[in-house]
């Protein structure tokens, strides 16, 4: 065997092994295991994992068995020779609740769920080009929807909001202006910002009337009354010009079957000076550019699992999570947008904030 294709040889082991380690690590994720694993002190036997996990030792001595073997878990012995089981203290920010933004343990149940809502539709799609309803994703949906949820509480008043122009977007939104979020689903951020700047009046915009009629009995309970919330498709062709003073739109853009509509419409809806938020994944827009891209292999699937073939509905443009900077930079300018600047956001190595002036 040449040198050539004994590394890859390799590199196919590698990819065996570590899709099998998603897949554990996505059910030790879900199921609360590495929870239960950092709160017991010191190296535990299987069955004292099993009763602070709550599940069933059987099982969890094969799934430690992949923790393990992948190096995820530490085994070590007692003094009778019983195996026991330890996850570092140095992982525990990195696969649970408690690690915040560093947290990449939630990722792992991605592509499983992916997995479970769309081979079948991706294997189809493959032969005739035809995309993927929405209703083929209801538990992905609700998945992306607690991250996307956590994360908004999390951090958007306290660190995104303030990064928007040095600080004033915000003083803008105390004083009082008209805020639209494109792709809204049950309102979150909505929720978050008018809590934050009850002077400001906001709009949420979505095309599943579920997820609004959710949002309204939300906001309705907490008895905010600066939220307003409208079945509309970003694309379609009943919005109103010139209503707003700030849109923004978080990681909705490249799932529109429409993309270069949606952003026409949301030009036209900006008042004159209106600036619009694009919160999208941080990627180049070529394949090449992409190859050290540190999650590229991660995102992509992502893409042909989802963001591509719900694109493609109803022969739509199917652009796909990774069009990147260069493509979204220059469909923003196409639509009517003045400047566009493109900038990291705090606390979020995903995404790029894509600022854009009308």
């Not at 992982?91 to 990449?104: A, E, K, M």
């Not at 991250?147 to 660190?159: G, I, P, S």
């Amino acid at each position: 065997m040449g040198a050539k294709a004994e590394l890859f040889s390799k590199k196919m082991c590698d990819i065996l092994n570590y899709g099998a380690l998603n897949l554990a690590m996505g059910i030790g994720y879900e199921t609360g295991l590495f929870e239960a694993l950092s709160r017991i002190d010191g190296p535990a036997s299987c069955t004292e994992i099993a009763a602070e996990a709550g599940v069933s030792e059987r099982y969890l001595r094969e799934w430690v068995g992949v923790m393990v073997c992948g190096g995820i878990v530490e085994v070590s012995a007692d003094g009778q020779g019983n195996e026991l089981f330890e996850l570092p203290e140095e992982y525990i920010p990195f696969l649970c609740r408690s690690g915040g933004n560093s947290n990449l343990g939630v990722y792992t149940q991605e592509i499983p769920l992916l997995t479970d809502c769309a081979r079948q539709g991706v294997l189809e799609g493959m032969k005739d080009g035809a995309g993927i309803p929405y209703a083929r994703y209801p538990k992905f949906y609700s998945f992306m929807e607690e991250l996307a949820d956590a994360k908004h509480r999390e951090v958007l008043v306290r660190t995104f909001l303030p990064s928007v122009l040095g600080g004033e977007m915000v003083r803008r939104m105390k004083k009082g202006i008209s805020v639209c979020d494109i792709g809204c689903a049950e309102g979150v951020a909505l929720e978050v910002m008018a809590q934050a700047f009850p002077a400001s009046q906001f709009t949420g915009t979505d095309i599943s009337e579920e997820s609004l009629e959710n949002g309204r009995k939300r906001v309705a309970d907490l008895g905010l009354e600066n939220i307003t919330f409208k079945l509309q498709d970003a694309a379609g062709d009943n919005v109103e010009p010139e209503q707003f003073d700030y849109i923004t739109a978080f990681d909705s853009i490249h799932d529109q079957t429409r993309p270069f509509a949606a952003l026409q419409n949301i030009h036209n809806q900006l008042k004159p000076g209106g600036i619009f938020s694009m919160i999208d994944i941080k990627a180049d827009s070529s394949i090449s550019g992409n190859m050290e891209h540190p999650m590229g292999p991660f995102l992509y699937a992502v893409s042909l699992m989802h963001c591509m073939p719900v694109g493609l509905m109803g022969g739509g443009t199917g652009l796909g999570m990774m069009w990147g900077r260069e493509k979204a930079v220059s469909m923003c300018r196409d639509a009517g947008f003045s400047r566009i600047e493109v900038t990291d956001i705090p606390e979020d190595g995903f995404n790029s904030h894509y600022l854009c002036f009308k």
